[in-house]
């Protein structure tokens, strides 16, 4: 059985087909610029790289350019499209409707559309790209939607809501959701799956950290809790988010510069966080490099990353009544070191002390780096966010 995961956005289409016999990718690539030229990029497991120029005025031309490169050229993997048995789509928010993967109808498409106030960057496109599929691949073909919102349907209300009049709760679905679900439940069942540990009795924190990041707590292997809100703007500082902030912070420079609340969304998602505080990056190694020439901004960005991910680890062990692991994955999660260390550093008084020879080679692979007298275990645990959605997908379509 083979299954095409699709990951799309307003101007771009990510794609991996991975054969479900061994979960082994056989391909995976990018369409870039649809809409506005094009440009897919596509790599096989065997090592075959192909770059093209193509049109992609829509979605549908880029769906039609990944078949042409799965099946023909120097990329090809299979001989026909008909052995792709289904399609498993990621989809940003499921608000409280979608509370586990569901399979594609016309009514799921309208549903993420009518999500748009709550993802309008992402479930448009993603609503959008599924129907585009169908035109390709036809409704015989069975599609999946992953929600990054699902997993953390498990937190209680004393958790998801806000301080805010109940009423908009009743009349908008204003809560917190959380994100990154897909990963955090990778991670999760990793987690089990590796220390061979039970789910009931066991307390997690998951810190998926990148250019986006969140930490989810983890209770008996449900979410209780997680840092991202009603969008993925909250939480704590990352490439090009501001994070959580005083909402006065909102009217406040909206009143003084005259901006419009479109602009301040644009302000918040797009010019803060590393990239604003530091004046000339959101990449977390370009701070490092920075950082180590003496850039006090670039300093600054990265200590208040450290400083900010503490108090949620903090708050989420004394939300559980204690913690038995902190995982780290995500781009930064993963392979940074330096982070790693300073975000465990003086939480002695948690029951964490790390080994420092073990962290420097605990990246990208599944690793433990807490010391041996260590009470609360560290891990590094890559993620896997397409085998994820692949593994719902043929769950639900089951084997074709």
Sequence with gaps: MKILVINAGSSSLKYQLIDMADEKVLAKGNCERIGIGGHIGHKTAAGVSVEKDMEFPTHKEAFLAVVEMLTSGEGKVIDDVKEISAVGHRVLHGSEKYKTST?????????????????????PPQAIAMRACQDVFGKDTPMVAVFDTSFHQTMPPKAYMFGIPYEYYEKYSIRRYGFHGTSH?????????????????????????????????VKDGKVVDTSMGLTPLDGFIMGTRCGGIDPSVVTY????????????????????????ISGITSDCRDLHAAAEKGDKRACLALEMFVYQIKKFVGGYAAAMGGVDAIAFTGGIGEND???????????????????????????????????????????????????????DTKELVGER
């Design 103 to 123: 399979v594609i109808t016309d009514e799921v498409i309208d549903d993420i559309m009518a999500f748009r106030e709550l993802g309008p960057l992402h479930n």
């Design 185 to 217: 439940r990778y991670v999760t069942g990793e987690y089990f799956s590796v220390t061979g540990r039970q789910k009931e009795g066991t307390k997690l924190i998951i810190c998926h950290l990148g250019n986006g990041s969140s930490i989810s707590a």
């Design 253 to 276: 420079i909206a009143n003084k510069e005259h901006k419009t609340p479109d602009e301040m969304s644009d302000l918040m998602n797009k010019k803060s966080g590393f990239l604003g």
């Design 337 to 391: 070191e330096e982070i790693r260390a300073e975000i465990c550093r003086d939480m002695e008084y948690l029951g964490l002390v790390i080994d420092e020879d073990a962290n420097k080679n605990a990246s990208r692979h599944d690793a433990k780096f807490s010391a041996a007298s260590s009470k609360v275990e560290a891990w590094v645990l890559p993620t896997n966010e397409e085998i994820m959605i692949a593994r």
